[in-house]
């Protein structure tokens, strides 16, 4: 990778960099694939990617819940006419 895949990244990215910037962002970059090669490197063998592990979560369940247009209004704070009054958001 040189300042000219940086320069292209940034054009890309449609971000301006400084000569620094650059410089700086090609040191990370380089420090990252440095370290992608040696992940690379690493022998895993035999390892199983299954899990003994089901599913931990509840099962879902219906439940009745009472829910009228009555119910609701008598909850709410303010109606007028049969309709919901809000704050008016803008």
Not at 44 to 52: A, I, Q, R
Not at 65 to 83: M, W
Request: glycine share 4%.
């Amino acid at each position: 990778m040189d300042i000219k895949d940086v320069e292209n990244l940034a054009e890309l990215a449609r971000i301006e960099l400084s000569l620094e910037e650059k410089t700086a962002l090609l040191k990370d970059m380089e420090g990252i694939l440095d370290y992608v090669k040696q992940v690379e490197k690493v022998e895993v063998g035999d390892v199983s990617l299954e899990y003994s592990q089901k599913n931990v979560w509840r099962e879902d369940t219906e439940e009745e819940r009472d829910f009228s247009k009555e119910l609701i209004k008598e909850q709410f704070p303010d109606a007028q006419d049969g309709f919901l009054k809000v704050k008016k958001i803008l």
